[in-house]
Nanobody, 123 residues
């Protein structure tokens, strides 16, 4: 059973930065592709970023490209999302997710999810 625990959310002003982390347990972390998704009130969950097993490949939504960076530390079983130049439209609950099989922007490809961490960006 995989467990994912996000941390690092909070309230920030527009233009500032936050770094989210997601600690994984339950199986060999380097076997998993990892992704970040977010869900704003009244909206569907949307893809943010994904990273391959050893970090060689990274994939971003157009809305965050150039501002957000996904990374991972397999020795610490942790994936990160560095968020810079935050905008009010980045306000959402952010979720990390893991997949054994695929590096994807589709939530259905991920089998395990964290509980989410709230990010609120004020204007």
């Amino acid at each position: 059973q995989v467990q994912l625990v996000e941390a690092g959310g909070g309230l920030v002003q527009a233009g500032h930065s936050l770094r989210l982390s997601c600690a994984a347990s339950g199986r060999t972390f380097s076997n998993d592709y990892m992704g970040w998704f977010r869900q704003a009130p009244g909206k569907e969950r949307e893809f943010v970023a994904a990273i391959s097993r050893y970090g060689a490949s990274r994939y971003y939504a157009d809305s965050v490209k150039g501002r957000f960076t996904i990374s991972r530390d397999n020795a610490k079983n942790t994936v990160y999302l560095q968020m810079n130049s935050l905008k009010p439209e980045d306000t959402a609950v952010y979720y990390c997710a893991s997949s054994l099989y695929k590096y994807s922007n589709k939530s259905a490809e991920y089998g395990y999810w964290g509980q989410g961490t709230q990010v609120t960006v004020s204007s």
